[in-house]
């Protein structure tokens, strides 16, 4: 079996190109190859024969090339490491060059089309799946027959591979094929073969089993996220159309959460949150036990920027109640970087009561309200509305400094 392509590849551009490049070369090839092949098979009627004559040349080079794969391993582009790429190209490169290349008798075998046809078909998954990746747009089913085709296509090709090699070894010993190589050796070729007939299922079977461990961490997480993308249309049936039920989660801290993750996944499902978190805003914001759901609405706003003007209108009036709230306080905080909401926030400041503005700038959280108010008054220029407030809280200035309000005690007392 191959080697796997992380997620976590080279993030160079030019090495994203290169591989998709070089992946989408090998998945034409080995795609020609297969065409080659049942071509032939139809012409011929027959697998005897005409599988290697139709696309031996073809597979033999581009499985050579392949040693790239192990550069590519070696000098770290893709992190699959070298070990198992060379061991997975040096034993086929060995396979359909050293022996079905120079052992005219085996090239009839039909478990030698079988073979190829396994290998043009692993490659014509393996390949696309690479070089999608390389996008970061490999579709799931793709990543599905990835990681479960080769269950059944790499044992056949297992098999038409060591029964090559067996019907290979006579006319391997009749002629003493590669004698010059191997005389520096205190073996012959034969006696090599031998060997790697007894060894091959056993690294095989490592290279196998951990495709095993791939295919559970690959799909699992192609799962997740595949599921998590069918989960999105759940808001639009029973969320987003019952404003009652949507309350109800909204109330409850894991639902609220599970809400909060769905942001951001589309445009469409945004849109969705949007119309029901609005139509309900101001329940969510002042209910007594939706603070999660106050948390909800401020992600909400914090998401979309038109929304200022309608979420004035319907917070009108309660902005000093919902200072004196944790998620609230965020929520008015949001409202007073707009000039034009934020000039409708500090008058209904104004307009309450001296105690009242008081007990809020030194609430735990609306002093960082008042705070943030006076702010933003000056740096608007709103002299106006920043003396306002500084009339307003200057009689409780020594009240501020032993407080939560000692932030904006020094601002009063910079006016001094």
């Not at 080079?61 to 070990?83: D, K, N, R």
């Not at 790499?154 to 010059?180: C, D, F, Q, S, W």
Request: net charge positive; aromatic share 14%.
């Amino acid at each position: 079996p191959p080697p796997d392509y992380e997620s976590k590849m080279s993030s160079s551009p030019f090495v994203k190109s290169y591989l998709f490049a070089y992946n989408f070369l090998q998945a034409s090839s080995w795609t020609i190859s297969l065409l080659s092949i049942v071509s032939s098979v139809l012409s011929n009627k027959t697998i005897i024969g005409g599988a290697y004559s139709a696309a031996g040349y073809l597979i033999s080079v581009m499985q050579t090339v392949a040693v790239l794969e192990v550069l590519h391993g070696a000098i770290g582009i893709v992190p699959s490491g070298f070990l198992s790429p060379l061991m997975q190209w040096s034993g086929r490169t060995h396979f359909i060059l050293a022996i079905v290349g120079q052992i005219n008798e085996v090239q009839d075998s039909p478990w030698l089309a079988i073979t190829l046809v396994g290998w043009c078909i692993g490659e014509m998954i393996r390949y696309p799946h690479y070089a999608l990746t390389c996008l970061g747009r490999c579709p799931y089913w793709l990543t599905y027959l990835r990681y479960t085709g080769f269950i059944i296509i790499y044992p056949t090709g297992l098999v038409g591979e060591l029964l090559i090699m067996y019907k290979a070894l006579p006319h391997v010993k009749e002629r003493n094929l590669y004698a010059n190589f191997f005389s520096v050796f205190p073996f012959s070729y034969y006696q090599f073969l031998w060997a790697v007939l007894l060894v091959y299922p056993f690294l095989w079977l490592k290279l196998y089993l951990q495709l095993f461990k791939q295919r559970k961490s690959k799909l699992g997480k192609a799962e997740k996220h595949h599921g998590k993308r069918k989960r999105m249309t759940f808001p639009r049936a029973s969320v987003i159309s019952d404003s009652d039920y949507f309350m109800k989660v909204v109330r409850n801290k894991y639902r609220s959460r599970r809400l909060q993750k769905l942001f951001g996944i589309s445009d469409d499902v945004d849109a969705f949150f949007y119309a029901a978190i609005l139509r309900r805003f101001f329940h969510i914001i002042t209910d007594n036990y939706a603070s999660y759901g106050t948390l909800l609405s401020n992600t909400c706003l914090n998401c979309m920027t038109c929304v200022a003007g309608l979420t004035l209108l319907l917070l009108r009036g309660h902005c000093v109640d919902l200072s004196f709230k944790k998620y609230g306080s965020y929520i008015v905080e949001k409202l007073l970087e707009a000039e034009e909401s934020m000039a409708v926030v500090v008058l209904e400041f104004l307009e309450c009561g001296g105690d009242g503005l008081m007990r809020l700038a030194r609430n735990e959280f609306g002093n960082f309200v008042v705070f943030k108010a006076m702010r933003v008054t000056q740096e608007m220029s709103r002299v106006d509305l920043f003396w306002g407030l500084v009339h307003k809280l200057m009689p409780f200035l020594d009240l501020l400094r032993r407080s939560h309000g000692s932030n904006i005690a020094n601002i009063l007392e910079s006016t001094i």
